[in-house]
């Protein structure tokens, strides 16, 4: 991070703009997002599913969206615990944003 960048956990209530900022920009953001979406929702399932994604990059990422309001964590009381993420109707939406983008980006002309 740069010395004047702003940790966007570091602000109680981005605004939508700010997170899709965040999101966008971030290949990790978005593949979890699209895991999560795709039926994939423990941790270690999700580390192994994304090449080259560690425990600690995947769990800056899975808190990032849920301090945005983009997942739910839900935690199981069994032996061994059990974690769970889930997009929240917020993060649905959300996620229908991202598919907009993509859909644009796939229509874009690359030739300028």
Known sequence: ??????????????TVGQMMESVVGCKW???VI????NGVNRPGKMEHA????????????LRKLQHFGVIEKRV?????PRVEYYLTDFGDRFAGILDS???????F????
């Not at 994304?50 to 990422?61: C, F, P, T, Y």
């Not at 983008?101 to 229509?107: D, K, P, R, V």
């Open 101 to 107: 983008i993509h859909a644009l980006q796939n229509e």
């Open 76 to 80: 199981f009381a069994e032996t061994p």
């Open 29 to 31: 953001s978005l593949s």
């Open 50 to 61: 994304i090449d080259g994604l560690s425990a600690k990059v995947l769990n800056e990422r």
């Open 34 to 37: 699209d895991l999560i979406r």
């Open 1 to 14: 991070m740069m010395k004047n960048e702003i940790n966007i956990l570091d602000i109680a209530h981005p």
């Open 109 to 112: 002309p690359h030739k300028m």
